[in-house]
């Protein structure tokens, strides 16, 4: 991350990165041969993911096309049509970078776009936020969000339940979920798109995480009509 200058003039085949005590996030290395005076064609690594986990309040703006790199991508039904970062002109001349899912023609979305590692306290209750919307409201586009302890989407725990989403490009709806954290740990938080093939796609934005309540407090919420999945309209026209 910050596209740093990590060495010159290097002989060996081999160099060693001792990273500190950093947050989470996505890493890759670009390296440019020099033979006689003549650079070559920067060749780039994969990306791996290290660094400690995050705190809540927590946030995700996806303001950069790197953004992709704080999530770990799952293409679940291996069909190469998966979460990327994608810039689109929001109103005249103003463009932002989304997470965004794009439909496959064959096959029923099976994708997740997975958050870094965040530490949340047993017994507490979290509020997660985040704009979505299909980027044609004539399409049907399904998404759910699910948690777990690692990388493995298919241990999760469902948080939302597969819900059609509403809106379109410049009218993206705030979606809110309640987290639960029984136990203190390091969790991940999973975007599940599942729309039928033949779909569009799914824009996401300005992901937050931020604290609710104790579990007591807010089970006493739940009995007096509380309930876990509001949605609201964000115009952007």
């Known amino acids: ?113 997975i958050l870094p590692p965040i530490h949340l306290e047993g017994g507490n209750v979290y509020s997660l936020k985040f704009y979505a919307a299909p980027v044609n409201a004539s399409f049907d586009e399904i998404l759910a969000v699910g948690m777990g302890e690692n ?21 993206l709806r705030l979606i809110t979920v309640d987290v639960v954290a029984e136990q203190e740990g390091d969790y991940r938080i999973g975007f599940h798109a599942l729309s039928p093939k033949q779909q569009r796609a799914i824009f996401i934005d300005d992901i937050t995480l931020t604290f609710k309540a104790s579990l007591t407090e807010h089970f006493v919420h739940f009995l007096n009509g509380g309930f876990a999945v509001d949605v609201e309209s964000q115009n952007c026209q």
């Open 151 to 171: 990388e493995d989407p298919a241990t999760y725990t469902t948080i939302m339940e597969p819900t059609y989403i509403e809106g379109g490009v410049r009218d």
């Open 1 to 113: 991350p910050g596209a740093v200058e990590l060495a010159t003039d290097l002989t060996e085949c081999k160099y060693v990165d001792q990273l500190s005590e950093m947050m989470y996030a996505g890493y890759s290395y670009e390296v440019t041969a020099i033979v006689n005076g003549e650079a070559g064609i920067p060749v780039r690594s994969n990306v791996i993911t290290t660094g400690k986990s995050y705190t809540v309040p927590f946030s995700e703006s996806i303001d950069s096309e790197a953004a992709i790199e704080n999530f770990t991508v799952v293409d679940a039904n291996n069909d190469g049509n998966t979460w990327i970062t994608y810039e689109i002109e929001e109103t005249a001349g103003l463009f932002n970078y989304r997470l965004y899912y794009y439909r496959s023609v064959d096959n029923d979305a099976d994708d997740w776009a």
